[in-house]
């Protein structure tokens, strides 16, 4: 992991979980910068004709990689997507516009718009329990 780590549960709720794997909720969460080739074409125009200097200020924290305690489900898929994703807190914290990709069986990737800048944030996680 190369940026800044937030842990989401102890022990106790991680074990909880564990024991349950229809269950499922946010491990930890880890915020890292988007690289000049994750921008699309405008902000990649914008990020081309801002001084070297000013340029950071575009890929800062925008992206939220978030691990699961336990493997996603196809259940727990379905219910991932921007609609249900909601940011809260920061500074102008903003949950339009982000996009989801699932990287891994427990890891999913949301990236923020970029006017959307971290600072304690909270991610309100969907409900990821399966549909009786």
């Known amino acids: 992991m190369s940026g800044t780590v937030f842990l989401c549960c102890d022990d106790r709720r991680r074990a909880a979980l564990q024991e349950t794997p229809a269950l499922n909720g946010i491990d930890f969460i880890e915020v890292t910068d988007l690289l000049p080739l994750d921008l699309d074409p405008i902000e990649s125009a914008l990020f081309a004709s801002l001084p070297v200097a000013e340029r950071d200020r575009l890929l800062w924290q925008r992206r939220l990689t978030v691990f699961f305690v336990n493997p996603l ?7 991932i997507t921007p609609a249900t994703i909601k940011i809260v807190g920061g500074e102008r914290a903003d949950s339009r516009n982000i996009s989801v990709t699932i990287l891994s ?4 990737s949301i990236t923020l718009p970029s006017m959307t800048f971290w600072s304690p944030r909270a991610l309100a996680e969907p409900t990821l329990t399966p549909s009786v």
């Open 105 to 108: 069986k427990t890891a999913t």
């Open 73 to 79: 489900t196809a259940t727990h898929l379905a219910a």
